[in-house]
């Protein structure tokens, strides 16, 4: 049976994340302004609007990712340290 280890929940932990953020985020931005965050395809609302929203989106996700990556590598790596550990005291 397959291990579930840190470096392989860590993608799916990511993608909950930055749902949950761009939630956040979305209904922060309608709290702010009245109105539902911007669109790519709204020609209604200006470039600069979409762009500022696209990079916001980018930048939170992108640093969701990146921590939660290093979070999962740090376990990974103490559990593997931890798990030879063990194994040198069983085998002597």
Same mark, same amino acid.
């Given at each position: 049976? @397959?291990?579930?280890? +840190?470096?392989?929940?860590a @993608? &799916?932990? +990511?993608?909950? $994340?930055?749902? !949950?953020a761009?939630?956040?985020?979305?209904? $922060?931005?309608a709290?702010?302004t009245?109105?539902? @965050?911007?669109?790519?395809?709204?020609t209604e609302v200006s470039?600069v609007?979409v762009?500022?929203w $696209?990079l916001t989106t980018?930048?939170?996700?992108?640093a969701i990712?990146v !921590?939660?990556?290093?979070? $999962?590598?740090e376990?990974?790596?103490? #559990?593997?340290?931890s798990? &030879?550990?063990? #194994?040198?005291?069983?085998?002597g």
């Open positions: 049976m @397959p291990v579930l280890t +840190a470096r392989t929940v @993608p &799916f932990a +990511a993608m909950g $994340a930055t749902w !949950i761009r939630k956040g985020l979305s209904s $922060a931005y709290r702010r009245g109105h539902v @965050p911007p669109k790519a395809d709204d470039i609007s762009l500022a $696209a980018a930048v939170v996700s992108a990712e !921590i939660i990556t290093r979070v $999962a590598a376990i990974s790596d103490s #559990q593997e340290v798990s &030879f550990g063990e #194994q040198d005291a069983i085998t």
